[in-house]
């Protein structure tokens, strides 16, 4: 389990990605975020039957990429990337030069996700 910002994890969940999406979504909307699903990667390869991965060079691609909007008040949005696949997911939040993340609502995001982190820990 990894916690980083400035493009990097910030979370690391294993089991399938389409849920760990959907935890995200649940636990932020919990806390009092607002969230906006802006991109996901199996809606927009519906249309590709069979498509080869070009990360890990399966026939079929099992990959899943989500871009989630979360607003929290008046505060511009921050962007979180969720990707992986059916075995495990990771969750980035952006925070960048062309990007830079609302340092409080980056704090309280990464506290609502501690949830996550904590419901995952074998310990």
Known sequence: MVLETSESSIVYLPGDCSRLI??????????????????DLREAMASQPSCTCPYHGAQDCTCQLAILLVYEKKALP??????????????????????????????????????????????
């Open 22 to 39: 959907n935890l995200v979504h649940d636990c932020l909307t919990m806390a009092g975020f607002q969230v906006n699903q802006s991109f």
């Open 78 to 123: 921050v962007t979180l990337l969720i990707h992986g696949n059916h075995d495990s997911g990771e969750i980035t939040l952006v925070n960048s030069p062309g990007q830079v993340a609302d340092a409080t609502t980056t704090d309280h995001i990464i506290s609502a996700l501690d949830t996550l982190r904590a419901t995952s820990d074998p310990s």
